[in-house]
């Protein structure tokens, strides 16, 4: 089987462009599993029902999230209603919505599951003893994790911890996709960073001249999404249903 993960969706232009492409990509690929990350795919960051609305009419099996899962005030209702919209799993117990999802395609079932790296992002639960505890819950080999997270470091242990554990370790967060896909031992699938989905010419997404103003001058500013023409980063995991191991991990690029 294959599972198409869609990078960090920004705004309104990068669910257009999903919009546009994601059809296209499944078709030619043979895709049978569409999760995306879509904690900026409001226009102003964060995710509403509208955005979440728009990825899943288009074809998202899945919507994963991040830090900025709770950026906008009353969507902790969608989250509580929503089985296939996550906020990371390492929340404390009490925060609305869940951390994990199983998609069930009749054959098989297909777990998916959000977390939230600690270094230098919010003081949240360990993500490795969170993991531990959802492995122990989870009734699927087919275990895919969207690991948001900052530091590479952290990345990298997580991807290491998690081999032969589950079916693939998909880094988000940093926007900026990495040439670092591989098959680790025990069939996981493992990328630093998927990458964005928005408007290329831009920082992060963001209007080039805004980021750099601030930067330059260390004021405040008002971060507008860059109207560039966009791209779509994700990747493409192929793996066995039958025992949830990955044997090939594919970058993928649209402009």
Not at 49 to 71: K, M, P, Q, Y
Not at 83 to 104: C, H, M, Q, T, W
Not at 230 to 248: H, K, M, P, W, Y
Request: hydrophobic share 40%; with cysteine; net charge negative.
């Amino acid at each position: 089987m294959k599972l198409l993960f869609i990078g960090d969706v920004v705004g309104d232009a990068g669910v257009a462009f999903v919009k546009e492409k994601l059809w296209r990509i499944k078709k030619e690929h043979g895709i049978d599993i569409t999760v995306i990350n879509g904690e900026n795919s409001a226009q102003n960051n964060g995710i509403t029902s509208d955005s979440f609305a728009e990825l899943i009419r288009v074809g998202a099996d899945c919507i994963t999230t991040g830090n900025h899962c709770f950026r906008h005030r009353g969507i902790e209702g969608l989250y509580a209603s929503e089985p296939f919209l996550l906020r990371p799993a390492n929340y404390p117990e009490g925060v609305a919505g869940k951390g994990s999802a199983v998609i069930d395609l009749g054959r098989t079932r297909v777990a998916v599951v959000n977390l939230l790296g600690t270094m230098y992002l919010e003081s949240l639960d360990n993500p490795f003893g969170e993991i531990d505890r959802l492995l122990e819950e989870l009734d699927t080999p087919n275990i895919f994790v969207d690991f948001h997270a900052e530091a590479t470091s952290e990345k990298k242990a997580m991807g290491f911890y998690l081999a032969g554990r589950v079916t693939a370790v998909l880094g988000t967060h940093t926007h900026v996709q990495t040439a670092d896909e591989t098959v680790l031992e025990g069939g996981t699938a493992y990328i630093t960073d998927v990458g964005m989905t928005g408007p290329e010419r831009s920082v992060l997404g963001v209007e080039t001249s805004v980021v750099i103003e601030k930067f330059r001058y260390h004021r405040p500013v008002q971060f507008r999404v860059s109207k560039s023409p966009c791209f779509l980063n994700g990747v493409i995991v192929t793996f066995d249903e039958r025992n949830g191991r990955a044997s090939a991990v594919e970058r993928l690029i649209v402009r």
